[in-house]
């Protein structure tokens, strides 16, 4: 893969060395007025017994892994490692949906997110290359699991800062509370958010650069095309204090229309890998919601991304590389963990296995070594219930005696992979199933107790529809409708 879009492969991964995952401001603080939660509308969608499940078991991941003292989350597990400041986001919104399907007291919750945000509120931010947790108001994408300090030498992340601060956002919203807890959860939120410094990432203005390390300064590329950065622009066009101008999403916007295009009969914006199509909708109910690229093509972010999921599963079923298991209802390529990097002979053909990388198939390239991630047909729930819960229930029924655990599904499994005489980087072979990874990684789990509670009962978003914060930066990006048009 060459040119331009090899870049998407490490969007997951900012940093080049963490595609192969290695083993302060004076800022005001505020309390940000939201929407009181009465006026939130809220639905019940009915899921099978399996599904509830899994979404416990995933949920389990961010609470019993998860350091109490200092609220980070492991980035994989049991594999020793650092943490992931995303999947820290994801377990901040977890938290809520633990508390309101009664797996944790919301005392429990809020004691966990105020350890979190205490945490980032006095970690050490400053140029130095080592001892610190971020600078500018960002976070670096890798940190010590105890100490929270920079691991080796990743890189200051645009998009895991994002992330992040979802869960910040959420928490500043849903804990709404009197109890003095709340309230300190609310403005220690508030101030997190108001001390990122957008604008300082806009090496090559008005994009948004995806990182900055002390050794080398600006990652030489920006946010541009489709991917899961649409919430990086919203939260820099949103900030009371470090906003980025208009002119940052028009140019974002801008370089949607090499990527436009029909994938396995699905016209739509592409990004090959499905957490580019998931990420941002963790937080931000793009349902009936236009910006002026979208009203253009006269659709919304939501049904771009169950096209995305369909085009996928088409995919799946026409199986062009002859990869074993794929069908209706076994699909989803998307980044996550793999058996090895070597070409090995499959049915005839030289075949490239890799390890860590982003999976997919769009109009930019197709990545696909025959391993599939049950994240990406899970956390796609919102968008096709019916095809992603059957492929949950495909999926356990034919591997799970393999691939469903503690926590869940693990990351990956590839059943075309029984090369018995290889040496695995992740994982191991079972007999009659291929290879499994052996690991749980944060960053896929949360969006499947997130996207699964979304379909369920609307909850991310109703909390987030009601930040002025996320309002604000639609509002700038230019969006209308849907909820939007309701009431201030």
């Known amino acids: 893969m060459k040119g331009p879009h090899a870049l998407h492969v490490a969007i997951a991964c900012v940093a080049l060395a963490a595609c192969q995952r290695p083993a302060a401001t004076n800022a005001p603080v505020h309390d940000a007025t939201v929407?009181?939660?009465?006026?939130?509308?809220?639905?019940?969608?009915?899921?099978?017994?399996?599904?509830?499940?899994?979404?416990?078991?995933?949920?389990?991941?961010?609470?019993?892994?998860?350091?109490?003292?200092?609220?980070?989350?492991?980035?994989?597990?049991?594999?020793?490692?650092?943490?992931?400041?995303?999947?820290?986001?994801f377990g901040l919104t977890a938290y809520g949906v633990g508390a309101e399907r009664g797996w944790i007291t919301r005392d429990q919750a809020i004691d966990r997110t105020l350890a979190t945000l205490r945490f980032f509120d006095t970690a050490p931010q400053g140029p130095a290359a080592r001892g610190m947790t971020g600078y500018k108001g960002f976070y670096y994408h890798f940190i010590d699991?105890?100490?929270?300090?920079?691991?080796?030498?990743?890189?200051?992340?645009?998009?895991?800062?994002?992330?992040?601060?979802?869960?910040v956002l959420f928490a500043?919203?849903?804990?709404?509370?009197?109890?003095?807890?709340?309230?300190?959860?609310?403005?220690?939120?508030?101030?997190?958010?108001?001390?990122?410094?957008?604008?300082?990432?806009?090496?090559?203005?008005?994009?948004?650069?995806?990182?900055w390390s002390p050794e080398h300064g600006f990652i030489a590329y920006d946010?541009?095309?489709?991917?899961?950065?649409?919430?990086?622009?919203?939260?820099?066009?949103?900030?009371?204090?470090?906003?980025?101008?208009?002119?940052?999403?028009?140019?974002?916007t801008s370089t949607y229309d090499k990527t436009w295009g029909s994938v396995q009969g699905q016209e739509h914006l592409s990004f090959p890998p499905l957490f580019g199509h998931q990420y941002s909708h963790v937080w931000i109910d793009f349902r009936g919601i236009t910006d002026a690229y979208m009203r253009k093509r006269g659709i919304d972010y939501f049904e771009n991304s169950r096209r995305a999921a369909l085009s996928q599963q088409a995919y799946a079923v026409a199986n062009p590389a002859g990869w074993e298991g794929y069908g209706k209802d076994v699909w989803g390529l998307t980044a996550s963990d793999g058996p090895i990097d070597a070409t090995i002979p499959f049915k005839g053909k030289p075949r490239l296995?890799?390890?860590?990388?982003?999976?997919?198939?769009?109009?930019?390239?197709?990545?696909?070594?025959?391993?599939?991630a049950p994240t990406a047909a899970a956390a796609s729930m919102p968008f096709v219930p019916a095809q992603s819960i059957a492929a949950i229930q495909a999926m356990h029924d034919r591997y799970g005696k393999a691939i469903y655990a503690q926590y869940g599904f693990l990351d990956s499994f590839n059943p075309s992979f029984t090369f018995t005489d290889a040496k695995l980087h992740h994982g191991k072979l079972v007999p009659g199933i291929g290879w499994v990874d052996g690991d749980y990684l944060g960053i896929?789990?949360?969006?499947?107790?997130?996207?699964?509670?979304?379909?369920?009962?609307?909850?991310?978003?109703?909390?987030?529809?009601?930040?002025?914060?996320?309002?604000?930066?639609?509002?700038?990006?230019?969006?209308t409708g849907g909820w939007l048009d309701g009431a201030k």
């Open 35 to 89: 929407a009181p939660a009465a006026t939130v509308a809220r639905v019940d969608n009915a899921v099978p017994p399996l599904v509830d499940d899994l979404q416990h078991r995933t949920f389990n991941y961010f609470w019993e892994r998860t350091n109490a003292k200092n609220g980070l989350v492991p980035d994989r597990w049991p594999t020793p490692s650092f943490s992931s400041i995303a999947a820290v986001g």
């Open 223 to 252: 946010w541009k095309g489709y991917n899961e950065a649409i919430l990086v622009y919203v939260l820099a066009l949103g900030s009371p204090t470090h906003p980025v101008d208009k002119d940052a999403y028009e140019a974002w």
């Open 145 to 167: 699991m105890d100490h929270g300090a920079r691991f080796e030498t990743t890189e200051l992340s645009t998009v895991d800062t994002t992330l992040l601060m979802g869960g």
């Open 444 to 479: 896929d789990q949360g969006p499947i107790v997130l996207m699964i509670e979304n379909h369920r009962s609307d909850f991310v978003w109703s909390v987030m529809r009601r930040n002025p914060y996320i309002r604000k930066g639609l509002e700038r990006a230019g969006f």
């Open 172 to 211: 500043q919203t849903y804990y709404d509370g009197k109890d003095p807890r709340e309230a300190e959860i609310r403005a220690l939120a508030d101030k997190l958010y108001r001390n990122v410094e957008w604008p300082w990432a806009q090496a090559r203005k008005p994009w948004i650069s995806m990182g």
């Open 353 to 372: 296995f890799q390890t860590y990388t982003a999976r997919g198939t769009g109009t930019e390239y197709t990545i696909d070594d025959g391993t599939i």
